[in-house]
């Protein structure tokens, strides 16, 4: 069998293109069916359900309106996870949620009743033998920008391509990574 010779499912960029293009709904019904589910799980993993159920709906409000520009992107994920992060902030923003944090290493000074908080908080979900769960705890606990930068990476994007996303610097991208593994793994590790 020829590798990609009959795929029915069309690259991001194609159906963005077709859909541009001829203002067929089932070009954006496509990209939908595609990319939905991994945007919505990063929104989640950085708010509420019902925060991300409403993020994703302007997201995708936003792109319908991108027909009237005519503008073609090169890499349409990284474009709608772009659009969906900046709504984010936007709404926390103006829920007042939003904590931008100066620096992407955990606090020493609080990560000591953090880190009890967190063992004992483990603790409970251990018992009930639920790897799983804790791990999602694990990254629930991270900042923001280290989750994020962590989501990222587990949707399949470089570090560059990350970098991108978050208009930040490739080496604070990678110290966020850093800080985010070393982070889980402590938090796994005190599970054991």
């Known amino acids: 069998m020829i590798k990609g010779w009959f795929n029915p499912q069309a690259s991001p960029e194609i159906l963005l293109t077709r859909y541009i293009a001829t203002s067929k709904d089932k070009y954006l019904t496509l990209l939908v069916q595609q ?9 989640l993993s950085q708010s509420d359900k019902e925060t991300a159920e409403d993020i994703i709906q302007s997201m995708w409000l936003k792109v319908m309106k991108t027909k009237a520009s005519h503008q073609a992107h090169s890499n349409v994920k990284s474009w709608l996870f772009t659009i969906a992060r900046n709504t984010l902030i936007d709404e926390l923003r103006r829920q007042n949620r939003w904590q931008a944090e ?11 009743l953090s880190s009890q908080a967190t063992h004992h ?4 979900e251990s018992e009930n033998s639920d790897r799983l769960a804790i791990f999602n ?25 990350i970098a991108e996303l978050t208009d930040e610097s490739f ?22």
């Open 137 to 161: 705890q694990a990254i629930a606990l991270l900042p923001f920008h280290q989750r994020e930068a962590f989501i990222f990476q587990q949707e399949g994007f470089s570090v560059l391509q």
């Open 171 to 192: 080496e604070t991208i990678k110290s966020r990574l850093r800080y985010a593994r070393t982070h889980i793994k402590s938090l796994l590790e005190n599970k054991s």
């Open 102 to 112: 100066s620096i992407d290493a955990p606090d020493t000074s609080t990560e000591l």
């Open 121 to 124: 908080s483990l603790e409970q």
């Open 35 to 43: 990319l939905n589910q991994p945007i919505f799980h990063y929104l």
